[in-house]
Antibody, heavy 119, light 107 residues
Framework: QVQLVQSGAEVKKPGASVKVSCKAS???????LHWVRQASGQGLEWVGW????????GYAQKFQGRVTITRDTSISTAYVEVSSLRSEDTAVYYC?????????????WGQGTLVTVSS | SYELSQPVSVSVAPGQTARLTCGQN??????VHWFQQKPGQAPVLVIY???SRPSGIPERFSGSNSGNTATLTISRAQVEDEADYYC??????????FGGGTKLTVL
């Protein structure tokens, strides 16, 4: 079955960058891969997506220029990097996957990675 | 910006029917997906494309979507259904949007 395993928790200072990984298994690494974040006690917020085959990406408008999604197909792993971190970026970051394409749904989720931004 | 409106909380007695709504002008023209999230856990897909149920999701979960409102219905609600529920759509070909979430209490 599909499994997404994320890297461990991170603590970063304001202004730094963080890179979270998501290793996929149980399927051919070609479905769209999305990143969603959730601040403590808050709702879900879509960050962006990538198609591992083509490398095409898309980002929520508020994250454009500050978030980069990449992948290493040789190890079936996707990454999200957030730069110029601020306290408001403190959240659990999830990767999720499902059928590719517009209007798709997120069938499988990683366990989440807590990113804490604190001086 | 495109927003989805969900009630903050809904309460239902065990065995009764819970109806959770997700509102936006002409949401009936879009495919709506629903997620359940329990404390400390990742979200779980419970309904996709308005009314389809993934394998492993109990039949008491159903969905509908028409006009300006999409609805997740939980029939014969159980204590284990207590969770936060989020609706989600693609606002455009390049933007995914989640509703603010509804906390369902079963007591």
């Amino acid at each position: 079955q599909v499994q997404l395993v994320q890297s461990g928790a991170e603590v970063k200072k304001p202004g730094a960058s963080v890179k979270v990984s998501c290793k996929a298994s149980g399927y051919t690494f070609n479905y769209d891969l999305h990143w969603v974040r959730q601040a403590s006690g808050q709702g879900l917020e879509w960050v962006g997506w990538m198609n591992p085959d083509s490398g095409n990406t898309g980002y929520a408008q508020k994250f454009q220029g500050r978030v980069t999604i990449t992948r290493d197909t040789s190890i079936s792993t996707a990454y999200v990097e957030v730069s110029s971190l601020r306290s408001e970026d403190t959240a659990v970051y999830y990767c999720a996957t499902g059928p590719s394409g517009y209007d798709s749904h997120f069938e499988d989720w990683g366990q989440g990675t807590l990113v804490t931004v604190s001086s | 910006s495109y927003e989805l409106s969900q009630p903050v909380s809904v309460s239902v007695a065990p065995g009764q029917t819970a109806r959770l709504t997700c509102g936006q002008n002409d949401i009936g023209s879009k495919n709506v997906h629903w997620f359940q999230q329990k404390p400390g856990q990742a979200p779980v897909l419970v309904i996709y494309r308005d009314s389809s149920r993934p394998s492993g999701i109990p039949e008491r979960f159903s969905g509908s979507n028409s006009g300006n409102t999409a609805t997740l219905t939980i029939s014969r609600a159980q204590v284990e259904d207590e969770a936060d529920y989020y609706c989600q759509v693609w606002a455009s070909s390049t933007a995914v949007v989640f509703g603010g979430g509804t906390k369902l209490t079963v007591l």
